[in-house]
């Protein structure tokens, strides 16, 4: 169980409570490069969040928007490859033993490299077609469901290496991290 507070949010616009997880995934990415940090409790909150987030936009939200004809396919299916990439990146970042180590930094890196390119492209491609095409009451309805989603997953601990490591193998069988896919 993660001992970060990682806010409990329980309505609002789903864009402005996304951005809010967004920074917070910034904010424990730079504790994950601190030396002097408690990376060991950084990793296990980072975890958590991003299992619990990607699944409440999966569950919650893209569907949603794609009804709204907001996104497309397109961009539903290339945010849900871009989340199993980051799932990857941090199982390497879980199985590590130590976290003052060479390759503790490497895997780290990786991980920024991955989650800062989908929270850019998400942000672009996903959060602004739903600001412009969705409407306020909407948002806010998509917003109660994400925070409701999110909250369960968190309560739930959904953040442990077991479970990473399942959710990483169901991504490779249904084809998410192909790596020959252009990965734009
Ligand atoms: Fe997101
Ligand atoms: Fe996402």
């Not at 909150?45 to 569907?63: D, I, Q, R, S």
Request: proline letters at 2%; aromatic letters at 2%.
């Amino acid at each position: 169980m993660t001992t970060i507070d990682l806010g409990h949010p329980v309505s609002g616009d789903v864009v402005e409570l996304i951005l809010e997880d967004h920074r917070r995934f910034e904010s424990l990415l730079r504790e994950l490069r601190d030396s002097s940090a408690d990376r060991d409790a950084v990793r296990q909150a980072f975890a958590t969040l991003h299992v619990a987030h990607a699944l409440a936009e999966e569950t919650k939200v893209y569907p949603q928007l794609r009804r709204k004809d907001a996104v497309s396919d397109h961009e539903a299916e290339h945010g849900e490859e871009e989340h199993a990439e980051g799932h990857e990146a941090l199982l390497a970042v879980l199985e590590l033993k130590g976290t003052d180590t060479q390759a503790f930094d490497d895997a780290v890196e990786e991980l920024a490299k991955v989650v800062n390119h989908h929270l850019t492209e998400e942000e672009l491609t996903i959060l602004n077609p739903a600001r412009d095409e969705v409407s306020e009451k909407v948002r806010a309805e998509l917003g109660e469901a994400f925070a409701a989603e999110r909250n369960a997953r968190i309560a739930d601990n959904c953040g442990t290496l077991a479970h990473v490591r399942s959710i990483v193998a169901a991504a490779r069988k249904e084809g998410l991290l192909d790596d020959d896919e252009d990965d734009d």
